[in-house]
């Protein structure tokens, strides 16, 4: 793989090993690729727009047991598609605020949305 970009084309050249058995790939052809580079397994993952920055450094809005909002200062890692990985201070389970963030402070009473309740029920 080569990761220097083609400012032309916003492309970059990678050389992979493929059965083309059907010739639908032909020299010089492009192609859109996703490549798994490796897997983390147990990788606490929070949807994008959970995570803030702030003074402090980045934080999300964990729901506690009793339905308030608790401010945690995270470590964010890779960020895959719309999720982003967590490094450090959301635990596994956990549920986190997405919505709202501007009107929310640490021990405010939250409501969970019906779409994102059914969605959990998807997930489950």
């Known amino acids: ?6 400012s ?12 083309n058995t059907d010739r639908r790939l032909w020299p010089g052809l492009f192609v859109n690729v996703s490549l798994r580079l490796g897997t983390r397994a147990d990788a606490i993952v929070v949807p994008s727009q959970a995570v803030q920055a702030g003074q ?33 201070g959301v635990g596994s389970g956990e549920t986190v605020v997405t919505d709202g963030h501007i009107r929310l402070i640490p021990g405010a ?12 029920e998807r997930s489950s």
Do not use: C, F, H, W
Request: charged share 25%; glycine share 8%; aromatic share 6%.
């Open 1 to 6: 793989m080569d990761n220097a970009v083609d």
């Open 8 to 19: 032309n084309t916003g492309t970059i050249k990678l050389k992979a090993a493929y059965p």
């Open 56 to 88: 402090a450094g980045y934080y999300v809005y964990a729901i506690k047991q009793d339905s308030t909002a608790e401010l945690r200062l995270v470590v964010p890692g890779m960020i895959i598609g719309g999720d982003t990985v967590i490094e450090k």
């Open 109 to 120: 009473q939250v409501q969970i949305k019906e779409a994102a309740q059914k969605m959990e």
